[in-house]
């Protein structure tokens, strides 16, 4: 796939179909994703590949504690408040997102219902958990797991896959800890969840929207 189709085209999953991935694809994008930049050639990533059993205990364990209020503590900890427009951004994704799943903005139940799929990973067979360790500074670490990150995404869609970015998967770190044995010393900063996408879904449809050019960039010559 063309690298500019690929960054175009590539877009956040949320339905997946249950057909697992095959560990030699799951291999192939790890394998060339190893080769993204980051600070010095640190590498300081680490990432948990969990599928199978672990990652339905994790799915389910993950989606109850959500329903039961379980207050949460990310190693990152989530943005209280955007300033505009980024807010007005943040709203919009979550009314398309509503929109393509037919429900009401009032309709709290099937609201809630639509978090627990979210935290149930919108079922996808696979996850990937990026890591650092906590004793390195993180700053620099983070823009480099976010290269990785995003790599990885575009691997998967080059693949014929699909990925949703995910910060449901990472908001209960001890949870994750009792399913999946990530030491206490690493930081869990993001999931990504992965699968075949559900290519009829309207939640896979809608148009995505982004800011214009001159909106972020600043040009001086
Ligand atoms: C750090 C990060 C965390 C995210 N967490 C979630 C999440 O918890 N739930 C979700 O549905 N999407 C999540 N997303 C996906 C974004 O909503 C999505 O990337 C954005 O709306 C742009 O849409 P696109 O990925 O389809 O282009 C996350 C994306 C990033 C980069």
Redesign the pocket.
Known sequence: MEIFQAVTKR??I?RFKPDPVPEPLLREILEAARWSPSWGNTQPWEISVVTGAALDRFKKANRQHLLDGVISGPDTPMPEAWPEPLKQRYGD?GKQVLTALEIPRGDKEARLRYAGD?FALFNAPSLLLFCVDKAIPREYAMLDTGAIMQTVCLLVHARGLGS?????SVRYPALIREIIPIAETKAVI?GVALGYPDGEAPVNQFT?GRANLDAFTLWFK
Do not use: E, G, K
Not at 164 to 168: F, G, H, M, Q, T
């Open positions: 877009r956040s949320r994704v979210m949703c970015i995910l910060a449901a993001i995505r």
